[in-house]
T-cell receptor, first 110, second 114 residues
Framework: KNEVEQSPQNLTAQEGEFITINCSYS?????LHWLQQHPGGGIVSLFM???GKKKHGRLIATINIQEKHSSLHITASHPRDSAVYIC????????????FGKGTHLIIQP | GAGVSQSPSNKVTEKGKDVELRCDPI?????LYWYRQSLGQGLEFLIY????????KSGLPSDRFSAERTGGSVSTLTIQRTQQEDSAVYLC????????????FGEGSRLTVL
């Protein structure tokens, strides 16, 4: 069974700082998702990766398939980036349910 | 519709009652997923539909839980004889394709079992 580990669990940073959230998983996957959940809010899909790197605005996601590791970076962080960031992996071979990490609770202070 | 719609947004029920939760995915999305998030816990996969069939039911926690999808569109998640540990936010997501599609989540249905 795939195990998805995120670090750190909690992160508090000052506005403008460069943020990195890490995700490691234990078995081969077909895709990895980064999700964002605001307090009391719904979940938004930020990225879906199967290889390489993707960028959207101030967000960058990378994945290293050989090392079974992905990172989510936020440049020029802002208080509105405060949210829980969740890594989720999708296994291959017909098992399509996602396995979720426990999430990283990010707080950006002004 | 414009997004994934779930109803009810909040449901309070008594232990032992049955509840039905509804998910209306984005039009044309073939894949539909149910997850739940218990208070202070991470997300947990329940069941996945490809069209009307459910190839992966591995996450359903007990036989009190069932789900169906009709017409390749709306899905209902039914919990029979609810227990207090069923209290959670039940989230639905859909995607255009099964293995490579981006997920779009609904706002969730918050279930409280008294």
């Amino acid at each position: 069974k795939n195990e998805v580990e995120q670090s750190p669990q909690n992160l508090t940073a000052q506005e403008g700082e460069f943020i990195t959230i890490n995700c490691s998983y234990s078995v081969g996957i077909s895709a990895l998702h980064w999700l964002q959940q605001h307090p009391g809010g719904g979940i938004v899909s930020l990225f879906m990766l199967s290889s390489g790197k993707k960028k959207h605005g101030r967000l960058i996601a990378t994945i290293n398939i050989q090392e079974k590791h992905s990172s989510l970076h936020i440049t020029a962080s802002h208080p509105r980036d405060s949210a829980v960031y969740i890594c989720a992996t999708r296994a291959g071979g017909g098992a399509d349910g996602l396995t979720f990490g426990k999430g990283t609770h990010l707080i950006i202070q002004p | 519709g414009a997004g994934v719609s779930q109803s009810p947004s909040n449901k309070v029920t008594e232990k032992g009652k049955d509840v039905e939760l509804r998910c209306d995915p984005i039009s044309g999305h073939t894949a539909l997923y149910w997850y739940r998030q218990s208070l202070g816990q991470g997300l947990e996969f329940l069941i996945y539909f490809q069209g009307n069939s459910a190839p992966d039911k591995s996450g359903l926690p007990s036989d009190r839980f069932s789900a169906e999808r009709t017409g390749g569109s709306v899905s209902t998640l039914t919990i029979q004889r609810t227990q207090q540990e069923d209290s959670a936010v039940y989230l639905c997501a859909s995607s255009l394709w099964t293995y490579t599609g981006e997920l779009f989540f609904g706002e969730g249905s918050r279930l409280t079992v008294l």
